[in-house]
Every structure is written in C-alpha cells, then in structure tokens.
C-alpha cells in the first residue's frame, strides 16, 4: 500500500513546512482540519524533516498540535541538538588532524550543510560527517582517522578495496559505533557521471567556523552542482534532497544558474540541475531560476521524468527497488553513458559476489565472469510471476 495514499494532508503539511518561506495560513488551515500525527511524526522521521517541521510549528506557538506530538518533536530537537554538536566536534578533530597532516579536504553535507545552507547545526537532519579528499590522499585519511578510532568494517582492507572502490567512498565506523564518517574520493560511483569532481573544488571553498575550527566546505555554484547530482542520484526519494536544493535556490538567486547549467551539461549531467529545478517548482512551489525556465520547459526527458519522481515521492520515501547499483541511471543523460554504466556495473564485482560465493583472494578476478550470470539470474527470478 502506498504509504501516503492515506496521508495525503499529512505530506502537504511537511512540504509546506519545508519551504524556505513557509505558508502559515496554510499550516494553520490543515492542523485546524485534525491530522493523523503519528502518521505526520512517522514521515517527517522517514523523509528526514522533523528539525524543519519542528521549527515550523513552533513557529505558530504549537497551535492545533497535539501533546504527544509536540512532546515527540521537542524530545527530538533536544536529542538532535546534543548529537549535532557532538559531530560538530568529531568534525572538528578531523579537519585539526587533516590540517596538521598537510591533507586536502572539504566537508559536505552533514554540519557543514546544515550550517551553510540553513543557518544552524541542528537545523538539518543527519546521521554522519562526509568528507572528501584527494583520492591520491585516501590511504593517508584512512590512517589518520584510525588513530581517532575510525575504521572500516572488518579486518580485511583489500576486500574493501576490491569489491567497494568503485563506489569512490567509505563509511568508517569508530570503535564504540557512536559515530561514522562517510570518506569520499568523488561524488559518485565509477559507472555514472556527476555534474561536479572532486578536481573542481579545491579552488574554491568557503571556511565555516564549526567548533571554533575553520572547516572547509563547498559554496555557490559548487553546492549548487553537488545537491542537484545527489538528488537526481538518490532520485529525489525524501522531502530532505529536495528542500536542499528549494533552499539554496531560494537563497542564491544570485547565481549564474545558466553557467551551472551549462557546466553540468559538460559532465553530461546537466539534466540533474533542471530536474532539481522542476522537482523543487513541483513540490515545494519553489520558482526554478529563470535562467533555467525555458530548458526545463524545452526538455521532454526532465518533464517526464520529474513527473515520474514527483508521483514516487508523494507515495512514499523511495527505496531502491531496481537491479542492484541500477538506480543512479538518472545521472545519464546520454544513451552512450547509460551504456557504459551498464556495461561497468555489470562487470564490476561487488560485495554482493562475494557474500554469493565466497571464493579465496587469489580466485577474485573470477568474479568478472561470474558476475554477469549471477545479476542475470536475479533479473529473471525477479521476473517471474
């Protein structure tokens, strides 16, 4: 069953609360018609909104807001007010480490985003720090967040080399497993294209002062880039990636938005910066910028495919349904690199292979035939009836 085919009024509220200029006639109308509010906390948790839903109905004093819903909110504010701060400082240890240790690297979402983009810590909802670094510097971060108790599941880091490079990232837990980081070489697996490298960054970030440490981040047309591919990659499953990029449009109108465009479209990705525009126009009433207006217009793939994504999110937060490592697709613009995406996922072995079947290191490279046969056969069982 859909999950908001019976919430309807419950996700129009969470959308009007995650507009930068929220609608309070319009919040005040729909609590005054009585909501389900276990349902409404249950999908503010799932799209991760519940900091700006917070926000919002204290805002209005708490008006038509029940008790229990208001003390479940306000219990969470507390908590996530203390976890950010927590993170803040991890974030901080990090960033004085990479400093000390001559390490290029730049944090993004996480307390970085929230910072930035929303003015707070505690302003957005996350669960850990993403950092990205040099890939010639990966081994070199490694071994310095080990020394904070950071490291990658398991014993065995050719495994993860082997079968989790492609993804261009890690998540090292700490040893206590109170915390995580995300550590990134790009910002996006080796089979699909991004409208932003890593190599386009470095010239260009803001310091934001977190835990009285400057921490580098990335600004303007680069943040720009980033939240469209991530959206368009994650296709848009939670009013979370879509309020990012509502956000920074709605704030940074000053920016040269055709030149983003265009430099996405360079990268072959340049449909991700106007799906993001239709999508955020579609969900959260957010005008697109006007540089953008008569493309999306002109653009029969966005028009389909942000009809297609806005009709999944209002049915609930999306999860990955499709062939395994399929669901970046939307990234390709192009018939030729839907192709070699193709051909690089299905021939790229993954953990998946190897939990399939467990063969000695010194068999590995036997994955690359065996691959193909395994997704194939998964295609076909899911086929059947």
């Known amino acids: 069953m859909a999950e908001h085919e019976d919430g309807e009024r419950e996700f129009t509220l969470l959308c009007l609360a995650m507009q930068p200029r929220p609608d309070s006639e319009s919040i005040k109308s729909l609590l005054g018609d009585g909501l389900d509010e276990a349902l409404l906390l249950d999908l503010a948790e799932k ?8 926000r919002c109905l204290a805002a209005l004093s708490w008006q038509g807001v029940g008790e229990a819903a208001r003390g479940s909110l306000e219990s969470f504010r507390r908590h996530h007010v203390l976890r950010a701060l927590a993170m803040a400082g991890e974030l901080r240890h990090v960033a004085k480490l990479f400093a000390e240790s001559r390490i290029a690297f730049a944090a993004f979402k996480g307390p970085a985003l929230a910072l930035s983009l929303y003015g707070g810590l505690a302003e957005r909802e996350y669960g850990d720090i993403d950092i990205v670094v040099p890939e010639d510097r990966v081994s070199d971060a490694e071994r310095l967040l080990a020394t904070l108790g950071y490291r990658l599941p398991g014993e065995d880091p050719a495994y993860h080399h082997a079968f989790l490079g492609y993804q261009r990232q890690y998540e090292l837990v700490r040893d206590d497993g109170q915390s995580a980081i995300d550590l990134h070489w790009g910002f996006s697996g080796t089979h699909v294209p991004f409208p932003l490298t890593p190599a386009e960054i470095w010239g260009d970030l803001q310091i934001l002062p977190i835990a009285d440490f400057g921490i580098p981040t990335l600004r303007g047309a680069n943040q720009a880039l ?17 309020g990012d990029f509502a956000w920074l449009v709605d704030r940074r109108r000053d920016l040269d938005w055709a030149a983003i465009h265009a430099r996405a479209a360079a990268h072959g990705c340049g449909d991700a910066v106007l799906l993001g525009g239709a999508i955020v126009r579609d969900v959260l009433k957010v005008p697109p910028p006007a540089a953008l207006e008569t493309a999306i217009a002109a653009s029969t793939r966005v028009r389909a495919l942000g009809e297609l994504l806005v009709r999944r999110l209002r049915l609930g937060p999306w999860q990955a349904r499709d062939p395994e490592n399929f669901t970046d697709f939307d990234l390709c613009e192009r018939p030729l690199d839907k192709l ?46």
Not at 226 to 242: F, I, M, P, S, Y
Not at 371 to 381: D, G, M, Y
């Open 47 to 54: 799209h991760g909104v519940r900091p700006s839903l917070t």
């Open 340 to 385: 070699r995406a193709t051909l690089k996922i299905v021939f790229t072995p993954t953990g998946s292979d190897h939990a399939a079947l467990p063969l000695p290191r010194s068999l590995w490279r036997a994955y690359y035939l065996t691959r193909p046969f395994r997704l194939a056969a998964r295609l076909l069982a899911g086929a059947r009836p």
């Open 226 to 242: 980033l939240l469209a591919g991530h959206g368009t990659k994650e296709r848009w499953g939670c009013l979370k990636w879509v």
